[in-house]
């Protein structure tokens, strides 16, 4: 005979034993609420345009990288706007190509880790307090980006 076997339940016991199981928030509920945000962000990348990485000053073979310099250069192209990020310890200054004004974010995997306002002029200034993999994420009056993953100030 099986412990389940043994047990004699009444209405009201099972009724509470349920009651307990669903108010329990463990691993499982931390996983689907994971898995809910990455299924939320499944089509992101058909609503902003990509801007993919184009030159990056540690891979291609110019002077500055070659100074003992420890700012990196990126660029970064969607259809209608450049990026132009240079990654200094503890901050990003950047440019967006043609100038214009609008707001950029600073996205980590855990989500948005910084925020900045772009200049009419298209600069930005966002002071980075993170390691790991960052992306930016531009939104202006006439288009929106978000850039390929990059490693952030060391």
Do not use: K
């Not at 931390?30 to 990509?50: C, K, N, Q, S, Y």
């Not at 990056?56 to 073979?61: A, L, P, T």
């Not at 390691?131 to 009056?141: D, I, K, M, N």
Request: proline share 6%; no cysteine.
């Amino acid at each position: 005979m099986t412990e389940m076997e043994a047990r004699q339940w009444d209405d009201e016991t099972l009724i509470d034993q349920l009651r307990q199981a669903l108010q329990f928030v463990g691993p499982v509920d931390l996983a689907v609420a994971a898995g809910t945000a990455v299924f939320t962000w499944r089509t992101i990348d058909e609503e902003l345009a990509r801007a993919s990485l184009v030159f990056d000053s540690m891979v291609e073979n110019t002077t500055r990288a070659s100074v003992d310099d420890p700012s990196q250069l990126l660029v970064f192209e969607a259809d209608s706007i450049s990026i132009e990020v240079e990654i200094n310890p503890g901050q990003l200054v950047g440019q967006v190509v043609p100038p214009t004004s609008g707001s950029i974010e600073l996205l980590t995997p855990e989500g948005v880790a910084g925020r900045a306002s772009i200049h009419d002029l298209g600069s930005f200034t966002i002071e980075v307090h993170t390691r790991g993999p960052v992306r930016l994420r531009f939104h202006g009056p006439a288009a929106s980006a978000m850039t390929d993953w990059f490693s952030g100030p060391r």
